[in-house]
Nanobody
Framework: QVQLVESGGGLVQAGGSLRLSCAAS????????MGWYRQTPGKQRELVAT???????TYVDSVKGRFAISRDNAKNTVYLQMNSLKPEDTAVYYC?????????????????WGQGTQVTVSA
């Protein structure tokens, strides 16, 4: 009943930029925190950035000053602007949303993930 769909990944040279988008759809009543994570083969998923419904943000140290997370609450969409990309930023990027949804009978909470989008940064 709830879907998160990501877009915007791709191949870019070091120093370049990409903008990821993640749109949530379904019987959503409210979205609280949203975030971006990334994962490389053999490693645990890493938190990259988060944003609250009020716009407060946090970042992992390795992306501070280069990445910017934002959201459009009217569109249930979260963005990740990635600048000055480095080869070590190469990963599958996933969006996450903590939300309240209606399942047809009552309201419930849940944490949902997108399908992932590949970001590859060449040296």
């Amino acid at each position: 009943q709830v879907q998160l769909v990501e877009s915007g990944g791709g191949l870019v040279q070091a120093g370049g930029s990409l903008r990821l988008s993640c749109a949530a759809s379904g019987s959503i009543f409210r979205i609280d925190d949203m975030g971006w994570y990334r994962q490389t083969p053999g490693k645990q998923r890493e938190l990259v950035a988060t944003i609250t419904s009020g716009g407060s943000t946090t970042y992992v140290d390795s992306v501070k000053g280069r990445f910017a997370i934002s959201r459009d609450n009217a569109k249930n969409t979260v963005y990740l602007q990635m600048n000055s990309l480095k080869p070590e930023d190469t990963a599958v990027y996933y969006c996450n949303a903590d939300l309240v949804f209606y399942n047809g009978k009552y309201y419930s909470t849940g944490s949902y993930w997108g399908q992932g989008t590949q970001v590859t940064v060449s040296a």
